[in-house]
Structure formats: structure tokens, C-alpha cells
């Protein structure tokens, strides 16, 4: 009877270790899969910022040309203090402008890239919560 009741022990940890294998399995598959999709949108972010960033000090840098050789044809002092007024504007105002969409952007893309690890990290928090 004790031989019996030691095997049914045995078998019933048997079956817990497997099922808790297999759980720790689905667990470490899961979190594989969710960091490759997290670093893979990561990787998309960081090229659409690159992208981003690139594409303004083209601007800036065509801006900036264009400044110098409006400035090069103004014949009056008067006229170079107001080109010079309107640039100083023009620049300040394209400056805010730049840098907010640069702002919104990076927090639009990093938010997309964290979303595939936010979501598996608010199920294990809801699942330990009573």
C-alpha cells in the first residue's frame, strides 16, 4: 500500500514537473518572439529618426544657402537689417517648428517599438494582482 501511494507521489510530481516545463517553455518562446518584434521595430525607429534627421539638415542646409546669397545681393543697410530680420524670424519660427516634429516623432516611433514588451509586462502585472 505505501508503494503504492509513493508511486502516485511520484507520478503526480512527474506531471507537475512536465506541465511546468512546458509553461516555462511557452514563457521563454514568448518572451524570444516579443523581444526579436521589439528590436525589430527598435531598428525601424531608429532608421525613421535617422531618416528624419537627415532630411532636415538637407533643409537647413539648403536654408542656409539660400540666406547667404539673398544677403550677398542686398544693396542698402536698410535692406540687409530687414533680410536679416526676416531670416532671424523665418529661422526661430522653422526652428520650433522642426523641433517639434522631431519630438513628436521620436516619442510616436519609441512608443511603437516598446508596444510589443508594454503589452506581455501589463499581462504578467493583471495576472499577479488579486
Avoid at 68 to 83: C, G, R, Y
Amino acid at each position: 500500500m505505501a508503494k503504492h501511494v509513493v508511486e502516485q507521489i511520484a507520478e503526480a510530481n512527474g506531471e507537475a514537473l512536465h506541465k511546468g516545463s512546458e509553461a516555462a517553455e511557452k514563457i521563454v518562446k514568448g518572451n524570444a518572439e516579443t523581444l526579436t518584434e521589439s528590436g525589430n521595430a527598435s531598428r525601424a525607429a531608429v532608421e525613421e529618426l535617422t531618416k528624419a534627421y537627415h532630411d532636415l539638415a538637407t533643409r537647413n542646409t539648403r536654408n542656409l544657402t539660400a540666406a547667404m546669397q539673398a544677403l550677398a545681393t542686398v544693396k542698402s543697410p536698410a535692406d540687409f537689417i530687414e533680410l536679416q530680420q526676416r531670416l532671424i524670424k523665418e529661422g526661430v519660427q522653422t526652428a520650433m517648428s522642426d523641433s517639434q516634429r522631431i519630438a513628436e516623432l521620436t516619442t510616436a516611433v519609441f512608443t511603437g517599438a516598446f508596444e510589443p514588451v508594454r503589452k506581455p509586462m501589463e499581462a504578467v502585472q493583471n495576472s499577479a494582482q488579486p
